[in-house]
């Protein structure tokens, strides 16, 4: 399979814990987006990474979050104490990265979280 | 605030009958991009438009752009049971935020066969 890919797809966690998404892009990708999604609602705009690099974090990333991508290639993003607000999907997509041009971003499946 | 907003939000069509759905945003783009998203699954990238282009074709999508209007419109012909999904518009702003997408809450497409 050559499309992005996360893990897991589904986690149902308490309140108060930690959890880490993982996300593998597609491999010759140099950029990789994290996006949230609640219900009814379109993808919202997290963070983002060109090669190892974290470019950009939207307001929307509390000091609870944290993303990493330490080798140019996978991703992971960690919320801390996870609040019941945080339950959503978490989308990661990624692009080719050439720099001043506009690409299209492949997304994966999600990672759909349930805080209780 | 998102800056794409579709419309309608939703939109129920009989098999064989096209389906129109249209995108208004804020400021300048440096691209627009249409998604469809089955439900609870991930986003698949149907067509990019660029700022200086008016209309794009792929297979039985046409979409179109109007920069002075700030909007877009996605045109599915001869609709199928399979295009039932929900379809979001989303805005490239160029610039520093190069490849930061802003989405729309998206039109959710129902296809009766």
């Known amino acids: 399979d050559t499309g992005v890919s996360q893990d897991p797809r589904h986690k149902i966690t308490k309140r108060g814990q930690n959890v880490t998404f993982r996300c593998d892009p597609i491999s010759e990708h140099n950029r990789l987006y994290w996006y949230r999604q609640t219900l009814g609602q379109g993808p919202e705009f997290l963070t983002y990474?060109?090669?190892?690099?974290?470019?950009?974090k939207s307001r929307l990333l509390s000091d609870r979050f944290s993303a990493e991508r330490p080798k140019g290639s996978f991703s992971t993003l960690e919320i801390q104490r996870t609040e019941q607000g945080d339950s959503a999907m978490y989308l990661c997509a990624s692009s080719l990265g050439i720099a001043g041009n506009e690409e299209t971003q492949y997304f994966g499946p999600g990672t759909r979280l349930l805080v209780l | 605030s998102q800056q794409g907003e579709e419309d309608p939000q939703a939109l129920s069509i009989q098999e064989g009958e096209n389906a129109t759905m249209n995108c208004s945003y804020k400021t300048s783009i440096n691209n627009l991009q249409w998604y469809r998203q089955n439900s609870g699954r991930g986003l698949v990238h149907l067509i990019l438009i660029r700022s200086n282009e008016r209309e794009k074709h792929s297979g039985r999508l046409r979409v179109t752009l109007d920069t002075s209007k700030k909007s877009s419109s996605l045109l599915i012909t001869a609709s199928r049971a399979a295009d039932t999904a929900s379809y979001f518009c989303?805005?490239?702003?160029?610039?520093?935020?190069?490849?930061?997408?802003?989405f729309g809450r998206g039109t959710q497409l129902t296809v009766w066969p």
């Open positions: 989303a805005t490239d702003v160029g610039g520093s935020t190069l490849g930061r997408l802003y």
């Open positions: 990474f060109q090669n190892e690099a974290q470019l950009e």
